[in-house]
Nanobody, 123 residues
C-alpha cells in the first residue's frame, strides 16, 4: 500500500502562485509515476502533470505548460506542483495519484490517491 497526503491548496488572486505538496509513504518502491489530476463539479478528473518516480521525466497538459512545474524531492518522497500565473480556468480540487504500472494520464491507471486539496482563484 502507498499512502498519499496532499497539502498546499488555498485561495489566490488571478496571476498568483501556489505550491501543492504530495507526501508519499508506505511501499513507495512500487511507484512508477506520480501524477496530479484536477476535477471540477460535474466533470471528469483531468490530467495536469506527471513525473517519473526517478524524477527524470515530466509531462504536462498543454493548458499548464510554461506555468506549472512538477518536481520530486527524493529525500522525503514528496512531489510538488508549483503553479504560477494561475488563471480563472485553474480552480479545482487537485489530487495527487501514484501509478505502479508506468501509465500516468488515465485516472484508472493510478492505483493510489490522496484526499484532494482545493485551489481557488479569484479575479
Amino acid at each position: 500500500q502507498v499512502q498519499l497526503e496532499e497539502s498546499g491548496g488555498g485561495a489566490v488572486q488571478a496571476g498568483g502562485s501556489l505550491r501543492l505538496s504530495c507526501a508519499a509513504s508506505g511501499r513507495t518502491f512500487s511507484i512508477c509515476f506520480m501524477t496530479w489530476f484536477r476535477q471540477t463539479p460535474g466533470k471528469e478528473r483531468e490530467f495536469v502533470a506527471a513525473i517519473s518516480w526517478g524524477g527524470g521525466n515530466a509531462y504536462y497538459v498543454n493548458s499548464v505548460k510554461g506555468r506549472f512545474t512538477i518536481s520530486r524531492d527524493g529525500s522525503n518522497d514528496t512531489v510538488y506542483l508549483q503553479m504560477n500565473s494561475l488563471q480563472p480556468e485553474d480552480p479545482a480540487l487537485y489530487y495527487c495519484a501514484a501509478s505502479t504500472t508506468c501509465s500516468y494520464d488515465d485516472p484508472k491507471a493510478n492505483r493510489y490517491w490522496g484526499q484532494g486539496t482545493q485551489v481557488i482563484v479569484s479575479s
